[in-house]
């Protein structure tokens, strides 16, 4: 079994854009904006982790109260959303938590309309945890103007990362 539990327990919430375009706190009907590719996303309160959610009462996680299951390959998904312009300086931000066991990652990626493939846009995350609440802000000004989705992929194996 892996160590732990929630990753990229992620609320995108007071804004996801510094223009506010798009933002998610998970207290409300979350499936109109997300869906989810391959299973293993919940939504609601965090039994584990660093005691509760950033904001509000739920979150996002890979599990809410226990290990994450070997072997998955899963993306959270956003709707389809438009960058805002490069004058905008549009920006991701969202509250992570996480707890990686070796071989296990994750990443946040994007894909503009049209594309099949996602692209990341952020480091990958592997063997290693956070025991606090951080809020990372990943540029998107190279996507400006366009129509895109952002997934927070998830991926454990102890063959090898993503």
């Known amino acids: 079994m892996k160590n732990f539990i929630l990753i990229f327990i992620l609320v995108i919430s007071t804004s996801c854009f510094a223009q506010s375009n798009f933002s998610e706190g998970w ?17 609601g309160v965090p039994i584990n982790g660093p005691g509760s959610a950033h904001g509000g009462q739920n979150c996002a996680a890979i ?32 509250w992570q938590w996480f707890s990686f066991s070796i071989g296990d990652s994750a990443r946040v990626e994007i894909k503009t309309a049209g594309d099949v493939n996602w692209i990341p846009v ?17 540029d998107l000004s190279s996507y400006a103007g366009q129509n895109v989705q952002i997934a927070f992929h998830f991926y454990s194996n102890s063959d090898g990362y993503v």
Do not use: K
């Open 63 to 94: 599990v809410l109260n226990g290990n994450y299951p070997p072997n998955a390959n899963t993306r959270l998904i956003s709707s389809a959303i438009t960058i805002p312009g490069s004058t905008q300086n549009p920006r991701l931000r969202f």
């Open 122 to 138: 952020s480091g990958r995350y592997t063997y290693t945890s956070s025991n606090t609440w951080s809020c990372p802000l990943i």
């Open 27 to 43: 207290e409300g009907d979350w499936n109109q904006n997300w869906t989810i590719s391959n299973g293993t996303w919940q939504v």
